[in-house]
């Protein structure tokens, strides 16, 4: 089956999910190619400056989750930056976005965690990347 097609059947399987995980995942799919294109002009603190001023759909953490599993399915690929500034708006309080590089230092990625628990990665995501503490960003660096 093309990508086309398998991703407009995943996104159709949407009309079951619930109200706010469909509230989530059509919010995050509708700002992230501005996202994507602030990130590349502006840059990362610019973007979550912008994001922050926004007014986010009050959503679960559990429908952000979903909205980054559907970003992960659109054709133009967000990057992880991406897809982990769009989870963080979405949950607004208590969530935080991680930025991480890899011990040999050529690779950046980024995840959001809420209370302790890594929302859109993997749960050991913290003991592959050491912390990188900058605002000042080479988005391109940042992985799939």
Same mark, same amino acid.
């Given at each position: 089956?093309? $990508?086309?097609?398998? #991703?407009?059947? /995943? ?22 190619? &501005?996202?994507?294109? &602030? ?5 990362? @603190?610019?973007? &979550?400056?912008?994001? @922050?001023?926004?007014? =986010? ?6 429908? !952000? *989750?979903?909205?980054?599993? =559907?970003?992960?399915?659109?054709? #133009?690929? $967000? /990057?992880?930056? %991406?897809?982990?500034?769009? *989870?963080? #708006?979405?949950?607004?309080?208590? !969530? %935080?976005?991680?930025?991480? *590089?890899? $011990? %040999?230092? /050529?690779?950046?990625? !980024?995840?959001? %965690? ?16 050491? $912390?990188?503490?900058? +605002?000042?960003?080479? +988005? ?5």
């Amino acid at each position: 089956m093309d $990508p086309m097609r398998r #991703w407009a059947r /995943r996104i159709l399987s949407l009309a079951a999910a619930p109200a706010d995980e469909r509230k989530a995942v059509w919010a995050a799919v509708a700002l992230s190619p &501005r996202v994507g294109r &602030r990130l590349r002009r502006r840059g990362y @603190a610019a973007t &979550r400056d912008w994001l @922050a001023a926004r007014p =986010a759909p009050a959503v679960s953490a559990e429908a !952000a *989750v979903r909205a980054d599993r =559907a970003l992960r399915l659109l054709p #133009w690929q $967000p /990057r992880c930056l %991406e897809r982990s500034l769009l *989870v963080w #708006w979405l949950v607004g309080d208590g !969530a %935080e976005i991680h930025l991480g *590089v890899s $011990p %040999e230092g /050529r690779r950046f990625h !980024a995840w959001v %965690e809420r209370d302790g628990t890594v929302l859109n990665d993997h749960p050991d995501v913290a003991t592959r990347y050491l $912390p990188f503490r900058g +605002t000042d960003v080479d +988005t391109d660096r940042f992985d799939q």
